[in-house]
């Protein structure tokens, strides 16, 4: 079965989640981040969960035939959010 468009990114976020929506310019980067690096072909699901560094993640990839990747959505140069920026770690 082929997959139509972006996955669905579930959050199982408790606190690096609702730390990201109190910060606006935080909320536009990652919402930017999920949709321009998250677009893969075969790609059902992406479960993000809280990382240990703060703003950012760990997530898990569902393919259609079985488990994909996973790594982390790591925000770097917190020292000034205005510059930070999120990259992918696998």
Not at 16 to 45: E, I, M, P
Not at 55 to 60: A, D, H, L, M
Request: charged residues 25%; aromatic residues 12%; glycine residues 10%.
């Amino acid at each position: 079965m082929k997959s139509q468009g972006n996955p669905a990114i579930e959050f199982h976020s408790r606190s690096n989640l609702k730390a990201v929506a109190g910060k606006r310019a935080l909320r536009k980067k990652l919402g930017k981040f999920l949709s321009c690096h998250f677009a893969w072909k075969g790609s059902r699901k992406i479960t993000v969960t809280d990382d240990f560094v703060p703003y950012s993640f760990f997530f898990r990839e569902e393919r259609s035939n079985g488990a994909g990747i996973c790594g982390g959505i790591i925000l770097h140069g917190q020292e000034n959010l205005k510059k930070a920026r999120y990259e992918i770690h696998t």
